[in-house]
C-alpha cells in the first residue's frame, strides 16, 4: 500500500510537471497580449509597447518559461501581472468560497443521489421510479445556470427569502454563510444529484437481482438490511467511481454557478485571468487544480478498499 | 418500508421550517445602512492611472488623487489643487500656488514637489506629451508654488491639465511619481476624496472606498468635476458582477443600489420596475466608429475608404446599438454632435439608409477585385457583435467578400496591431468608440491623429490635416477653433480617415435604485463624491 501511495505521489508530480508546461506553451501561442489589455482599449501602441517590455513579456519564450519554472521550484507562484499581488495570496482568497461550495454540492449531491437511486431501485418500475427518472433525466440535461436563474427568480426575487448573490465568509457566522450558499449549492447539485441517482439505481437494481438477495429476503432479512447492508455495499464501487469522476464536472460546474451567483471563487478567478491573460493565475490554478484531481483519484481508489476487502494494492 | 402519513407532515413541517429560516436571518439584519454604497463597476485590475487609461483606473484615480484643474459642467477649466495661479505677460511663464489644507492620505503635507514629478509622468502619457513638447522647464519654487516655463505659448494650458481624455493628471505623491509611466504605482496613497481600503480589496471581485476625513473640499459649490467635492457617505464598495442579470436581480432585491453600464436589452425591465431609475450621467455619449486599415488593401486607396462612407447606414447600425431611439442618433461631424466644434463641413455624404449604388462604384473604382475584407469582431461586447454583423452584411450585399473574425478581447487587442495584409494576420476594419466629449479636442482625441505608423490603430495619414492639427493648441478663442475645425474636417471627409456609425447615450449610463441621489453629470469618468443615499 505504502509504494502503491508512493507510486501515485510520484505520478501526481509528473502530471503537474506535464501541464505546466503544457499550460505554459498553450497561453503563450494562444493569440492575446496582456500589455494591450492593461493599458486600456485607446491606449496608444507605444504605451503598450513600453508596458510590454516593463512586463519581460518581449523575451524569449525559453527564457519567459525558466525564470517561470525556477520560481514555482522555489514555491514562488509569481504575482499577478495587472494587480501585481502574489498569486497566492489571490488563490486563498478566493479558496473559502470555491472549496465550501464544492462540499456543500458533494455532500448534498451524494446523499440526495444515492437516496434517490436506492429509492427508485427498490421501487422499480413504479410511479417514484418514474418520477425519479424523469427528475434524472431533466436534472442532467438542463445547464446550471438555467437551474440558477429560476432559482434567483423564485427565491430571491419573488419570496425574498434568500440573497440574490455573494458571498459570506465562514467567520461572519455560519448562518450568512450558509443562507449565501443554498441557492448556489442547489443548483450546482441537480445534475450530479440526477448522474449519482441514475448510476445508485443502475448499480442497485444488479445487484438486487442477485441469488444472494433473494436468499436474504428468503431468510427473513428486513428492508432495510437488505438495501444498505447486502445491495448497497455491493454496488458501492461504480458509485464511488462516479463520485470521484464527477469532481472534474463539478470544476467546470463550480465555474458557471459562481459566475451566476456572483460567488468570489477560484473558478471566476481562472475565468477572469483568462480573459485578461493574466499568465501566472492561470498556470498556477491549472497546475494546482490538476494535482487536486489526481489526489481525489488516489482517495477514491483507495476507499475502494473500505467497500470491498477483495482489493488489494 | 411503510411511509406514514404522519410522517409526511413533519416532513413537511420540518422543510417548512428550514426555508423560512432565511427569511427571518434577513428581517435580523436591520435597517438598510444609508452611509454605505454599493455600486457594480467595472473590475479595477490597474490601480495607476498614468499605467492605463482604461475606464476603471481612471474612476480610480478620480476617487483617491486629487487633480491641479478640473472641468466645470460648461467644460471650462477651473483651479482644484491650486490655489492662485498666474501667466506671465509673454505667456510663456505658469505660476501655480497650492491652496490650503491640502494632504495626502498617509498624513504628510501635497507640496510643489509633487506636483513637478506627476506632471513630468503624465508627460509621458500621451495626454501629457504635448505639453512636455512645448515645456522649457518645469520646477518648484517652494513648498507650495512651482512654475511651467515653456519654450512658446500654449493657449490651452489649464484646459490641458483638467484634460478627461486618455490620462487625467492625477497628483501622486513625489516618491511615487518618479518613477516610469510603464511601471505600476500600487500604494494607493492619494489626497483626493476618498481612501482606498487595502483590507476590502479583493481583486476581480470587490474593491472599496472610505470617506476620507482629513479631505478640506473647496468652498465653491459642486460644479462638474470642479467645486467642493464633498463626500455624503461613509463607505463605497465596488462588486464585479459577472453576470448582468445577477447584477440587475441584485438592484430588484436592493442588495446593491446602482450598476454602471446595464445592458441596453434590459432597460425595460428596469424602467417597468417603480424603484429603479435609468440616468444618463454622460450626456455626451460615445461615437462609435469603425477603424480601416489604410496601409493595406483595399482601404489603402482612397476611393473605397469613401466607398465605405456611403456603405454606411448609421440608422440600422443604432437599431442594434441602441434600439431605443432615446439613447443613439446619427454623427456626422468628426468633433461629435456635443462639442462646441461639431460642423456639418463636408458631411454631404450622409444619407439616411446609406447609399449602396454609390458605394459599389467607389469600390469599382478603387479597383476592388475580391480580396477578403476581415472584420475584427470583440466577441465579449454584444454591441460590437450586432453592429459588426449589420457592417458585414452591408458589405455583402454590394459583392464584398467581407469575413468577420470573432474572437475575446485579448486575442482581437493582438491582432488588430498586426500592420500586415489579412494573410498574415493582418485585419481590414474594426469598430470601436470613443467619447464623443473627446472629439472637441482633436490633440487628445485618438481617433483624430493622421500621422501614419504613429497614429491609432488604423494608421491613417494626411500631411495637410496634421499641419492644421498642429495649430490647435495655440488657437485661444472658441470661434477661430471652431474656423480650423470646419478645415480640419473638410480634408478628413476627403481622404476619409475613419467611419462614424453614431452616437450612443447607453454607455455612460446608471441604472440606480431611487433612493441613491447625487450622481455629477460629466462625460468619461464617474465621481463618487456627491453621493447621497435616504
Known amino acids: 500500500m505504502g509504494i502503491y501511495i508512493f507510486r501515485r505521489m510520484v505520478s501526481a508530480i509528473v502530471v503537474m510537471a506535464m501541464v505546466g508546461v503544457f499550460v505554459f506553451l498553450l497561453l503563450r501561442f494562444a493569440p492575446g497580449d496582456p500589455a494591450a489589455i492593461i493599458a486600456g482599449d485607446n491606449a496608444t501602441p507605444q504605451m503598450i509597447a513600453g508596458i510590454r517590455e516593463r512586463l519581460g513579456l518581449n523575451k524569449p519564450l525559453p527564457v519567459q518559461f525558466m525564470h517561470w519554472a525556477l520560481s514555482m521550484l522555489g514555491g514562488d507562484f509569481g504575482s499577478s501581472i495587472f494587480t501585481g499581488r502574489p498569486v497566492l495570496q489571490l488563490l486563498s482568497q478566493r479558496l473559502e468560497p470555491t472549496v465550501s461550495l464544492s462540499i456543500l454540492t458533494w455532500i448534498l449531491s451524494v446523499t440526495m443521489g444515492v437516496s434517490f437511486g436506492i429509492l427508485a431501485a427498490w421501487r422499480a418500475g413504479g410511479s417514484i421510479d418514474r418520477a425519479l427518472t424523469v427528475f434524472a433525466a431533466v436534472g442532467f440535461s438542463v445547464p446550471v445556470f438555467v437551474v440558477g436563474y429560476f432559482l434567483v427568480y423564485f427565491f430571491a426575487i419573488s419570496t425574498r427569502w434568500l440573497p440574490v448573490q455573494g458571498y459570506q465568509p465562514i467567520a461572519n457566522g455560519v448562518g450568512p454563510w450558509l443562507v449565501h450558499l443554498i441557492l448556489p449549492t442547489a443548483a450546482l447539485s441537480v445534475p450530479f444529484i440526477a448522474f449519482i441517482a441514475r448510476i445508485t439505481r443502475a448499480s442497485m437494481l444488479e445487484v438486487l437481482s442477485e441469488d444472494y438477495m433473494r436468499t436474504a429476503a428468503a431468510k427473513g432479512a428486513s428492508p432495510y438490511a437488505m438495501l444498505f447492508h447486502h445491495a448497497l455495499k455491493n454496488a458501492g464501487v461504480p458509485i464511488l467511481t462516479v463520485v470521484g469522476l464527477s469532481f472534474a464536472y463539478l470544476i467546470s460546474g463550480v465555474v458557471l454557478t459562481e459566475t451566476v451567483f456572483n460567488v468570489p471563487g477560484v473558478g471566476r478567478l481562472v475565468v477572469d485571468a483568462i480573459n485578461s491573460r493574466d499568465y501566472p493565475i492561470i498556470q498556477s490554478v491549472l497546475i494546482l487544480t490538476s494535482g487536486l484531481y489526481v489526489l481525489i483519484n488516489l482517495a477514491v481508489d483507495l476507499a475502494y478498499t473500505l467497500i470491498d476487502p477483495r482489493i488489494r494494492y | ?534
Open chain 2, 1 to 534: 418500508m411503510t411511509i406514514l402519513r404522519r410522517d409526511l407532515f413533519k416532513l413537511g413541517l420540518a422543510a417548512g421550517a428550514a426555508l423560512s429560516l432565511p427569511s427571518i436571518s434577513r428581517a435580523q439584519a436591520g435597517p438598510v445602512d444609508v452611509q454605505t454604497v454599493r455600486l457594480v463597476l467595472a473590475d479595477l485590475q490597474v490601480y495607476d492611472p498614468m499605467f492605463s487609461v482604461g475606464a476603471a483606473t481612471q474612476n480610480h484615480g478620480m476617487a483617491i488623487y486629487d487633480t491641479l484643474f478640473a472641468l466645470d459642467s460648461k467644460f471650462m477649466p477651473q483651479p482644484q489643487m491650486v490655489g492662485r495661479w498666474g501667466v506671465s505677460d509673454d505667456k510663456r511663464t505658469y505660476t501655480f500656488e497650492l491652496r490650503d489644507g491640502l494632504g495626502w492620505h498617509d498624513g504628510t503635507p501635497v507640496t510643489a514637489a509633487d506636483c513637478v514629478a506627476s506632471i513630468r509622468r503624465w508627460g509621458q502619457t500621451g495626454s501629457g506629451e504635448l505639453l512636455m513638447e512645448r515645456a522649457k522647464d518645469i520646477s518648484k519654487k517652494d513648498d507650495k508654488t512651482f512654475t511651467i516655463s515653456l519654450k512658446e505659448p500654449l493657449g490651452a494650458l489649464t484646459e490641458r491639465l483638467a484634460t478627461l481624455a486618455g490620462n487625467c493628471l492625477f497628483i501622486m505623491r513625489e516618491k511615487d511619481a518618479d518613477r516610469p509611466a510603464t511601471e505600476q504605482v500600487t500604494t494607493n496613497i492619494g489626497s483626493g476624496p476618498f481612501k482606498f481600503n487595502e483590507a476590502l480589496v479583493k481583486p476581480g471581485v470587490s474593491f472599496a472606498y472610505d470617506r476620507n476625513e482629513r479631505y478640506v473640499p473647496r468652498r465653491e459649490p459642486s460644479d462638474g468635476f470642479a467645486g467642493g467635492k464633498v463626500v455624503n457617505v461613509d463607505h463605497i464598495i465596488c462588486e464585479n458582477i459577472g453576470s448582468q442579470q445577477t447584477a440587475l436581480a441584485a438592484l430588484q432585491a436592493g442588495e446593491i443600489d446602482a450598476i454602471y453600464g446595464p445592458p441596453v436589452d434590459l432597460y425595460s425591465v428596469i424602467e417597468s420596475d417603480p424603484n429603479l431609475v435609468i440616468q444618463v450621467i454622460d450626456k455626451a455619449g460615445d461615437d462609435a466608429c469603425l477603424r480601416l486599415n489604410h496601409l493595406q488593401k483595399p482601404f489603402n486607396n482612397v476611393k473605397a475608404r469613401q466607398a465605405m462612407l456611403h456603405l454606411i447606414d448609421q440608422e440600422a447600425v443604432l437599431r442594434v446599438i441602441a434600439p431605443d431611439s432615446r439613447y443613439g442618433r446619427p454623427v456626422t461631424s468628426i468633433f461629435g454632435n456635443s462639442t462646441p466644434y461639431s460642423n456639418d463641413e463636408k458631411t454631404d455624404w450622409y444619407q439616411p439608409g446609406g447609399d449602396p449604388e454609390r458605394a459599389k462604384q467607389l469600390f469599382q473604382e478603387a479597383g476592388y477585385a475580391g480580396e477578403k475584407v476581415v472584420i475584427l469582431q470583440r466577441s465579449d461586447t454584444a454591441v460590437v457583435v450586432n453592429a459588426t454583423q449589420v457592417v458585414a452584411a452591408k458589405l455583402r450585399e454590394i459583392g464584398v467578400n467581407a469575413e468577420l473574425a470573432p474572437s475575446d478581447y485579448g486575442a482581437y487587442s493582438k491582432r488588430r496591431a498586426n500592420k500586415g495584409p489579412v494573410e498574415d494576420g493582418g485585419w481590414s476594419l474594426f469598430m470601436s468608440s470613443d467619447s464623443d466629449y473627446v472629439q472637441g479636442d482633436p490633440t487628445a482625441a485618438i481617433y483624430l491623429n493622421a500621422s501614419g505608423e504613429n497614429a491609432w490603430y488604423g494608421w491613417p495619414k494626411n500631411d495637410e490635416f496634421e499641419a492644421l492639427r498642429a495649430k490647435w493648441p495655440d488657437i485661444e478663442t472658441i470661434d477661430h477653433r471652431k474656423a480650423l475645425a470646419r478645415q480640419m474636417q473638410s480634408i478628413w471627409w476627403d481622404f476619409v480617415g475613419d467611419i462614424r456609425l453614431g452616437q450612443v447615450l447607453t454607455t455612460g449610463t446608471f441604472a440606480r435604485r431611487a433612493a441613491l441621489t447625487g450622481f455629477i453629470e460629466m462625460p468619461q469618468r464617474v465621481a463618487l463624491w456627491n453621493l447621497q443615499k435616504v
